[in-house]
């Protein structure tokens, strides 16, 4: 395959990681991993385990995330995921689906 069909097929994100700690990053870069690997398997239990790791791993992401990370203030983690948690079960069981198209 050409370099120039190679590069058609590989996605480079630049990501800002200033502000993040080592356990941040290493949370993005295992996100990206298993998304990928959830669109790409061809595995049903795969793809329903991959599916509840890359899940669990984005909870985990919101919880690590700097404004959450305030001590002595409101459980504002908890609360960003339970209500991620409802909006996410109103869309399965409605139906919809969002679309980003750039």
Known sequence: MS??????KVLFLEIDTTE???????LIKSINSMLSHVLTTDQESEY??????LLRLV???V???????????????????????DILSEQVYE?????YDN
């Open 63 to 85: 919880k690590k995330a700097n404004f959450s990370n305030e001590e002595g203030t409101i459980e504002y983690s908890k609360q960003a995921l339970e209500f991620c948690v």
């Open 20 to 26: 993040m700690s080592e356990q941040q990053v290493r």
């Open 59 to 61: 909870a985990s992401a």
């Open 95 to 99: 139906g919809d689906i969002l679309k």
């Open 48 to 53: 329903f385990d991959g599916s509840s790791e």
């Open 3 to 8: 370099a120039e069909k190679i590069k058609d």
